[in-house]
Antibody, heavy 128, light 110 residues
Framework: QLQLQESGPGQVNPSETLSLTCAVSGGSSDNYDYYWGWIRQSPGKGLEWIGSLFDSGSTYYNPSLKSRVTLTVGTSKNQLSLRLTSVTAADTAVYYC????????????????????WGQGSLVTVSS | QSVLTQPPSASGTPGQRVSISCFGSTSIIRDFPVNWYQQFPGTAPKLLIHSNNQRPPGVPNRFSGSKSGTSASLAISGLQSDDEAVYYC???????????FGGGTKLTVL
């Protein structure tokens, strides 16, 4: 049974950097054949995709966050990390990590697809 | 405002069939598969339908998905009070090269 568990600071000061980790346990050895994504949800709002990565060579970011976001994954794919710089109150949200399947675009590129397992989420409040 | 448009709310009575729509542009729904997620208050979303109409293991067959052109629908038959949740559609946006979510539809069981 795959489990994902986010952990983070809970509160970050404006203009500083938000760092979150996601511990991945269970599942199987084919965890190497998935994308891993981050999604956030501001209080009372909908879901916003942050980014997805397969490995260091296949990373996709939401264009609205791309300049401030970095996603990394451990070599054994049992720890994911998200780094978001220069945060403001608008970055206050519940942050989810999730495993993501892929599909093949007509161009032949392997692209992130649906999120089939989610962590329980980590609330991050940006406030001084 | 999301590039995938959903009605903000929907409702039905127990036993009824309810449909939730999701409209997108040609660079999204028409050319790419649609997925649906269910979210209860205070919990993480859960995959409900993927690849337009495929149910993951454990999802009741009361839930079904369909797609036609630039729109998709989630149908729930035999509505139950436990179905009261927010439902999100999602697909791939070739313009931004990333997954996109609809704004969500809050389903109320009257």
């Amino acid at each position: 049974q795959l489990q994902l568990q986010e952990s983070g600071p809970g509160q970050v000061n404006p203009s500083e950097t938000l760092s979150l980790t996601c511990a991945v346990s269970g599942g199987s050895s084919d965890n190497y054949d998935y994308y891993w994504g981050w999604i956030r949800q501001s209080p009372g709002k909908g879901l916003e995709w942050i980014g997805s990565l397969f490995d260091s060579g296949s990373t996709y970011y939401n264009p609205s966050l791309k300049s401030r976001v970095t996603l990394t994954v451990g070599t054994s794919k049992n720890q994911l990390s998200l780094r978001l710089t220069s945060v403001t109150a608008a970055d206050t949200a519940v942050y989810y990590c999730a495993r993501q399947t892929y599909f093949y675009h007509s161009s032949g590129i392997r692209l992130p697809y649906y999120f089939d397992s989610w962590g329980q989420g980590s609330l991050v409040t940006v406030s001084s | 405002q999301s590039v995938l448009t959903q009605p903000p709310s929907a409702s039905g009575t127990p036993g009824q069939r309810v449909s939730i729509s999701c409209f997108g542009s040609t660079s999204i729904i028409r050319d790419f598969p649609v997925n649906w997620y269910q979210q209860f208050p205070g919990t993480a979303p859960k995959l409900l339908i993927h690849s337009n109409n495929q149910r993951p293991p454990g999802v009741p067959n009361r839930f079904s998905g369909s797609k036609s052109g630039t729109s998709a629908s989630l149908a729930i038959s035999g509505l139950q009070s436990d179905d009261e949740a927010v439902y999100y559609c999602a697909s791939w946006d070739d313009t931004t090269s990333g997954p996109v979510f609809g704004g969500g539809t809050k389903l109320t069981v009257l």
